[in-house]
């Protein structure tokens, strides 16, 4: 007996305004995006840029515990299908991993076997897979892609800090350890381990604290250049802005500083000014603790732009045209000085939107991504989305489009609104971000695709026990030719391994065929397609492939489907919408569609 269970969304116009959703049906700042059947949004880039494919929103984790703030996500350096997320929760610190590309999580909202650990944590994954986790004097680590933790070392207690780890053997100080943060209450220090964490160097100094009592670094970050060069960034926060001012508690400058010799010694800092958003930024009718820390990453593409160094971090005042506009600045002389600087976002100047909390990521190819909490499509100032900001040229041209599906909340009034996390893997950007949703916070995902794109039509059950079944899939390359020896589909029947493969056809400009054979008998089939381009960038359909794929069956259909559900309450209120018509369908062979029929008031 075939079964389909079916759960249906009615979503009525209530819903848009209690949720401050303008909904409207093109914004003209982002390119329209082409929908594939499989819930992939496609957005073409500017100026020759491309194509990205945003894959639909999830949520990473479900927990009844509160997922709050100081979120990061990094990718294994030598398996890209290991990823980890941590977060600061309700319950103490949260670890959400996955070892198949992200198709599927697991995780915990405390630390197995370090549970009495809590506040800020930051982590690393090194070369042979141990992931580092930096907390408040302490540091802890866990060899088994996150599942239990260990105690790792005592190093220098640096009250805010950043770790990271020199992962590339070519560099002169492959495997060395760095963590940089406030160190002795004021001053900004680096230390260095050359054993895995066991121990640290002594503390030396970045920039020594000088200025009013009430001046202190905070929000620091690093990244590590193929060349062994170590970049941090920090901001210097003023915390005796008045109190019944726009802010308190806020952001007055960011400096960046460079190690050439493995830690041992740091370039004098360059510094830039920033008008931060603070501790007390209204939104709307909601005031929310923001920050302007700032952002760092390098280049490591091995591209024309190789080594160059980008600072994000949002802004209110110079180049910022709005209430909160995100900003990058941009160094092609190793740090010495940023004198390129860019408003990342690119919607209508003076529309009086927010643009806040950016997180950065260059990608395998040189691509500037940087994601951000953004109002632009929102009634309410204090309802967003999560866009993407895109520039595949160095920062000069950007494309925006929003990676969340649906506008929200990002945490409760009044709270403290934290980091948004990016990395990448198998050629997918991988963005989080913090959703507020029945009452807490939980951290959301949407894979974006920056390889050839996979548009494919999922075959249907059909009763030919013959076959062939034809596969038709659309290409898209992404400015490098589709290689035809690598765009195949591997198949089985009745539940076998998915290892046989059938190389496809192009049969003109981006349509690609292939056919399974039939064995005359009733049978299930599993599929899916793979690609690669002449960069070897790779992709698959559906996401998740190898351990997510597409069926079918071949078999006669000799009776009716039965539909069983449960009759929708008279009594629904409008803070319960939008709500879900469930229903199991039954058939002796296969379900070709299924619906619902609504009307509103009788019309």
């Given at each position: 007996m075939?079964?389909?269970l079916?759960?249906?969304?009615?979503?009525?116009?209530?819903?848009?305004?209690f949720?401050?959703?303008?909904?409207?049906?093109?914004?003209?700042?982002?390119?329209?995006?082409?929908?594939?059947?499989?819930?992939?949004r496609?957005?073409?880039?500017?100026?020759?840029?491309g194509?990205?494919?945003?894959?639909?929103?999830?949520?990473?984790?479900?927990?009844?515990?509160?997922?709050?703030?100081?979120?990061e996500?990094?990718?294994?350096?030598?398996?890209?299908?290991?990823?980890?997320?941590?977060?600061?929760?309700?319950?103490?610190?949260?670890?959400?991993?996955?070892?198949?590309?992200?198709?599927?999580?697991?995780?915990?909202?405390?630390?197995?076997?370090?549970?009495?650990?809590?506040?800020?944590?930051?982590?690393?994954?090194?070369?042979?897979?141990?992931?580092?986790?930096?907390?408040?004097g302490?540091?802890?680590?866990?060899?088994?892609?996150?599942?239990?933790?260990?105690?790792?070392?005592?190093?220098?207690?640096?009250?805010?800090?950043?770790?990271?780890?020199?992962?590339?053997?070519?560099?002169?100080?492959?495997?060395?350890?760095?963590?940089?943060?406030r160190?002795?209450?004021?001053?900004?220090?680096?230390?260095?381990?050359?054993?895995?964490?066991?121990?640290?160097?002594?503390?030396?100094?970045?920039?020594?604290?000088?200025?009013?009592?009430?001046?202190?670094?905070?929000?620091?970050?690093?990244d590590?250049?193929?060349?062994?060069?170590?970049?941090?960034?920090?901001?210097?926060?003023?915390?005796?802005?008045?109190?019944?001012?726009?802010?308190?508690?806020?952001?007055?400058?960011?400096?960046?500083?460079?190690?050439?010799?493995?830690?041992?010694?740091?370039?004098?800092?360059?510094?830039?000014?920033?008008?931060?958003?603070?501790?007390?930024?209204?939104?709307?009718?909601?005031?929310?603790?923001?920050?302007?820390?700032?952002?760092?990453?390098?280049?490591?593409?091995?591209?024309?732009?190789?080594?160059?160094?980008?600072?994000?971090?949002?802004?209110?005042?110079?180049?910022?045209?709005?209430?909160?506009?995100?900003?990058?600045?941009?160094?092609?002389n190793?740090?010495?000085?940023?004198?390129?600087?860019?408003?990342?976002?690119?919607?209508?100047?003076?529309?009086?939107?927010?643009q806040y909390?950016?997180?950065?990521?260059?990608?395998?190819?040189?691509?500037?991504?940087?994601?951000?909490?953004d109002?632009r499509?929102?009634?309410?100032?204090?309802?967003?989305?999560?866009?993407?900001?895109?520039?595949?040229?160095?920062?000069?041209?950007?494309?925006?489009?929003?990676?969340?599906?649906?506008?929200?909340?990002?945490?409760?009034?009044?709270e403290?609104?934290?980091?948004?996390?990016?990395?990448?893997?198998?050629?997918?950007?991988?963005?989080?971000?913090?959703?507020?949703?029945?009452?807490?916070?939980?951290?959301?995902?949407?894979?974006?695709e920056?390889?050839?794109?996979?548009?494919?039509?999922?075959l249907?059950?059909?009763?030919n026990?013959?076959?062939?079944?034809?596969?038709?899939?659309?290409?898209?390359?992404?400015?490098?030719?589709?290689?035809?020896?690598?765009?195949?589909?591997?198949?089985?029947?009745?539940?076998?391994?998915?290892?046989?493969?059938?190389?496809?056809?192009?049969?003109?400009?981006?349509?690609?065929?292939?056919?399974?054979?039939?064995?005359?008998?009733?049978?299930e089939?599993r599929?899916?397609?793979?690609?690669?381009?002449?960069?070897?960038?790779?992709?698959?359909?559906p996401f998740?492939?190898?351990s997510?794929?597409?069926?079918?069956?071949?078999a006669?259909?000799?009776?009716?489907?039965?539909?069983e559900y449960?009759?929708?309450?008279?009594?629904?209120?409008?803070?319960?919408?939008?709500?879900?018509?469930d229903?199991?369908?039954?058939?002796?062979?296969?379900?070709?569609?299924?619906?619902?029929?609504?009307?509103?008031?009788?019309?």
């Open positions: 075939k079964k389909f079916l759960i249906l969304t009615a979503v009525l116009g209530a819903y848009l305004l949720t401050g959703q303008s909904n409207p049906e093109r914004n003209n700042d982002i390119p329209y995006p082409e929908r594939t059947s499989d819930g992939k496609i957005y073409e880039m500017r100026g020759g840029g194509i990205v494919a945003v894959n639909p929103s999830f949520k990473v984790f479900e927990s009844s515990n509160r997922q709050l703030r100081s979120m996500i990094v990718t294994h350096p030598t398996n890209p299908n290991n990823l980890f997320i941590s977060s600061i929760t309700s319950a103490g610190i949260g670890s959400y991993g996955s070892t198949n590309g992200g198709f599927t999580w697991y995780g915990s909202d405390i630390l197995t076997g370090q549970t009495s650990y809590t506040g800020l944590s930051k982590p690393y994954i090194s070369n042979n897979g141990t992931i580092f986790l930096s907390l408040f302490d540091m802890v680590k866990s060899s088994n892609n996150g599942i239990s933790w260990v105690y790792a070392s005592d190093p220098p207690t640096f009250g805010d800090n950043a770790i990271g780890i020199d992962n590339n053997p070519s560099s002169p100080y492959f495997g060395r350890l760095y963590l940089v943060g160190y002795t209450q004021d001053d900004a220090y680096g230390s260095y381990s050359t054993n895995n964490g066991a121990t640290w160097s002594t503390p030396d100094t970045i920039k020594t604290f000088s200025g009013p009592v009430f001046y202190r670094f905070e929000g620091f970050d690093l590590i250049a193929n060349d062994g060069k170590v970049y941090a960034s920090y901001s210097t926060v003023n915390y005796d802005t008045p109190k019944d001012g726009p802010t308190f508690i806020v952001e007055i400058s960011t400096s960046v500083s460079m190690s050439s010799n493995g830690g041992v010694d740091w370039t004098e800092p360059v510094g830039f000014g920033v008008s931060g958003v603070g501790r007390k930024f209204p939104l709307g009718n909601t005031v929310y603790k923001l920050n302007s820390f700032s952002k760092i990453a390098v280049d490591k593409s091995g591209g024309p732009r190789n080594g160059w160094v980008y600072v994000t971090e949002t802004n209110r005042l110079g180049l910022a045209q709005d209430s909160a506009d995100i900003i990058l600045r941009r160094s092609t190793n740090g010495v000085s940023f004198p390129y600087n860019v408003r990342v976002n690119q919607d209508t100047p003076g529309n009086k939107k927010y909390m950016p997180a950065i990521k260059i990608d395998s190819f040189g691509g500037i991504n940087i994601i951000y909490y109002s499509e929102s009634s309410r100032e204090d309802s967003v989305k999560v866009y993407m900001s895109r520039s595949t040229d160095g920062g000069v041209t950007w494309t925006d489009f929003p990676v969340s599906e649906r506008i929200f909340k990002p945490h409760r009034s009044a403290e609104i934290h980091s948004l996390g990016i990395t990448e893997s198998n050629n997918k950007l991988w963005p989080t971000w913090y959703q507020f949703d029945s009452g807490k916070e939980q951290i959301w995902t949407a894979p974006v920056i390889g050839p794109v996979i548009i494919h039509n999922k249907g059950d059909n009763e026990l013959n076959g062939p079944f034809v596969i038709n899939a659309e290409i898209i390359p992404n400015g490098s030719a589709i290689s035809g020896s690598n765009t195949k589909v591997f198949w089985s029947r009745n539940g076998g391994t998915l290892t046989t493969g059938i190389t496809m056809s192009n049969s003109g400009g981006n349509n690609w065929t292939a056919s399974i054979p039939g064995d005359g008998t009733l049978a089939y599929y899916y397609i793979v690609t690669q381009d002449a960069l070897s960038r790779g992709s698959s359909s998740g492939a190898p997510a794929y597409y069926t079918f069956h071949a006669p259909d000799n009776s009716v489907p039965v539909i449960s009759l929708v309450s008279d009594n629904v209120s409008l803070q319960s919408l939008p709500f879900s018509i229903a199991r369908i039954n058939d002796n062979a296969y379900i070709d569609s299924a619906y619902v029929k609504w009307y509103k008031n009788q019309s």
